[in-house]
């Protein structure tokens, strides 16, 4: 445990000044405040909206590219950059020759990856709903305060988060074992075109392909009326047949990847 | 025995690499492991770190099997192979602060090092913007920053200026005479070794052509007597007229095997008595050199 624990420091000492980890934090901070400058900039056209369609459009806007490409790319990067800062050091040798389990390694970096993954979810809700309200404040107009919708904005993003798990995993390992960065950011990108075409055309065992996943979780928003029209309410099916085979996938992928990991000879 | 192994072989494919290669490293010793490019040297080196698999044969360090106690052993070791692996973008500095957060060491232990390599002026550059001879030395500052009994050194010295090679010679020694460490360290280069090293390995296509002492090593090779002269052809002839057998001569040196004290001082008489002017005469062993690549050719 103690050796995770170094490890996971060790990977957010490593990659603190390196683009992988600032593009999590800098992708949700520009997209949500690109969206702040067109509301704000086009807030009388808007001003007629109810607060919920605002909050819709407002988040909206994040939540279809997320689901569709965003996403599966964020994560094809992330897995990558957390693995390539070894492979361009040579440090594989350096780090499987220390006094720490390789289970240790090999956890802390894929837990790094998921953490990275996690922080870009959470500053996108962060951001979505710091920047709405800002909106609501500097331009009254738009009524931003009627309605809240904290609860279904986390509850979408938390779903993305259980859907990437799947993808993460194998790409993780693909960045693994491939040093360099085609490979496994052209899988990647093939296998999510794939999974958005599958899973926009409603193919039957979409649910099964990991790449589908986010755009299926997008799905899971659905639009619950049961209290009355005054204040309808945003859902979110948490546990769907396709966040089960993501993380299914995501336990077996790693524990495969460790299996490769320990018989895998450093070169 | 800090270091021994037992028959190791390894294949990479169908390429037999290392050949039951049997390593006896004494503790206190500067062991050098000598080899062409390609002998095998880096692939030993891997499998005693265990990031190579040990494929038939075993291997103990410190006495232990090194399959089963592989945290507990590699905690002593301290290692630097091929090039040194570094993270481009961190600072020297950095680097060996992240090296430190890993074995839980103090940050004041990082300086001490970055002072012992003389890095302490670029410690804030970044490892990117260092020469190969600043790598190699934050390369070696980062093997010994956990303080190991053990160091194993893959070329240390590759890439480095004169002065640099002779600093760290230097170091190792001190670490060997002075804490008590032991130093497994590989080289191409034989004078390099033979100025350190107190045990030698000569390996070559994965197999072990000679181990022991540097002793052992210079008394497998012949004394000559080296005689400087004039007019060496002449000399050379008129020495073999003598009944000695002359092994080499070239424009100002001939060379006869060397027997005893006595007859160097035949030699000397006979050629001054004849009109030869001897310069210098002198007993030399045989060149290491010489000795490296007619055991490596051999075989």
New interface residues.
Partial sequence: MKGFI??F??EF??TR??MGFWSAVILPLLLCLLLFIGFYTHADKLAHQPGMMLWIQFSGAILGVMGSLLLPMLIIFIAYSVNS?EH????W??L??????KLSVYAAKYLYALFLVFLCLLLFVLFTLAFGNLLGVLKPELKFSEYSIVSALVQIYIKFFLSSLGILSIQFLLSLLMQDFLKPMGIGFVSTITGVILASNNWKYAYLFPYSHPMLALRALGNGKAKGPAMPHLTVNMFTSETWVSLAVAVGVFIAGYFIVL?K??K | MVINTDSLTFNFGRQTVVKSLSLQVPEKSIYGFLGPNGAGKTTTIKLLLNLLKTQQGSISVFGKELQHNRIDILSQIGSLIEQPALYLHLSGRENLLNRALLLQISAKRVDEMLSLVHLSDAANKKAGQYSLGMKQRLGIALALLSDPKLLILDEPTNGLDPNGIIEVRELLIKLVTQHEKTVFVSSHLLAEVERMATHVGIINHGELLFQGSIKDLEALSQPLVQIEIENTADAANFLKRNDFTVTDADEHHIFVPFTTKEQMGRINALLNKNGYAVYSIRKQQKDLEKLFLSITQNN
């Fill in positions: 170094l490890s420091r060790s000492y490593k000044k390196t800062i361009k050091a040579d440090t040798k350096t499987f020759s220390l006094p720490i389990s018989r000879s450093v």
